[in-house]
């Protein structure tokens, strides 16, 4: 009876989890479709593949089409309070462009030029939005 029971509540546990990836997949849309929409040049890694509800992997190229070094980029989002990643979380402190992104078929400068945004259950609509506001003054000062 209580493996039934405990089974009965990792059932309930897993469809959670189901609907809450779903909504993140919403989130992680709406994030890509606003950056690709304000940064003319920028690109999905990994768009049309099976990929991760919580997270979008998104280079970036300057005006005239070459991959931007994301370090400027990163910087100026975190000024604005935005919490964004050049690599994955498990090769945090690593100055190599990710192994990930250049199996992949990515140049190690396009790799470089990749920001990775990462969602929570606990993001909402608004944050994105408010992440979106940023875009479009950002790519007008990397432009000037």
Known sequence: MPAIVGFGA???RAAASVAEAGGMAILRDRLERGVLAA???SRVNGEGAARLSNTSNIRFADPQGRPLDAEELL???DRA???VSMGAACASGGNEP???LTAMGLTPAEAAASLR???SRYSTAEEVESVLNEFPALYARIAA
């Open 39 to 41: 940064w003319p040049g």
């Open 98 to 100: 990710s192994h990930v």
């Open 117 to 119: 945004f990462s969602l």
């Open 75 to 77: 910087m100026r989002l």
């Open 81 to 83: 309070g935005i919490a």
């Open 10 to 12: 990792a059932a309930n």
